[in-house]
């Protein structure tokens, strides 16, 4: 995940945009994952984890970032892709050695709010999200990211997101729908978006496939 958008308040939505290597293989929500019973969430084939997943029963979801600062050592490193999933089921930052973890942000969201931990590989930090609308990048919240320049602004100004995501995708600055074409060739690019809205009376879930729409770079 690159792009995390959270709106808090009644309902609290959350819209987030994966942005990945498009041959790195995934499938869309579903309940994969039998010891987390009832959580849907799209699984990445590679690791077995998870970016994004709800827990509807509990009213709950968790985004996953990867973060900017010093990596795991190679003899102990664990995918981030299970935090997630930890997350939803322990109802806060999950009980692991996060020495054994790459950088990262991790949001948890219910209907009272949303709480955002980050690991940069020496340093835990937490925080809960402010009221209004606020934009995490892999370099955190509402930085001075070109993303969050660009998108923050546009999301504040509506409660009508989906229409944001449409367009091409694009390797401008600031671009929400993403494409970039790697040195050595691979294509990196915002692969799905999903969007989930918190209620006290229910919990919805949207998600869209970008990958028939990623084409050529504008």
Not at 184 to 198: F, I, K, N, P, W
């Amino acid at each position: 995940m690159c792009t995390v958008i959270v709106r808090t308040g009644a309902p609290l939505t959350l819209m987030g945009v994966r942005d990945e290597l498009a041959d790195r293989p995934w499938e869309g929500p579903g309940e994969h994952w039998p010891e987390y019973p009832g959580v849907v969430g799209g699984r990445d084939l590679k690791a077995g984890g998870t970016w994004l997943a709800v827990d509807p029963a509990a009213g709950r979801a968790a985004a996953l970032l990867n973060g900017r600062g010093t990596a795991a050592p190679d003899n102990v490193r664990v995918s981030r892709g299970d935090l997630p999933l930890k997350a939803l089921a322990e109802g806060g930052l999950p009980d692991v050695d996060l020495a054994a973890y790459d950088p990262f942000h991790l949001l948890l969201a219910d209907v009272s709010g949303a709480r955002l931990w980050s690991w940069d590989g020496v340093r835990q930090a937490a925080l809960t999200l402010p009221d209004g609308v606020s934009v995490i990048v892999n370099t955190g919240l509402d930085s001075g990211d070109p993303r969050v320049q660009a998108q923050r602004p546009r999301f504040t100004a509506t409660t009508d997101w989906w229409p944001l995501t449409d367009g091409p995708h694009s390797s401008a600055p600031g671009a929400l729908i993403l494409r970039h074409e790697l040195p050595d060739g691979r294509l990196y690019a915002s692969l799905s978006v999903t969007m989930v809205t918190l209620s006290a009376d229910a919990v919805t879930t949207e998600f869209r496939d970008l990958t028939s729409r990623i084409g050529s770079q504008a």
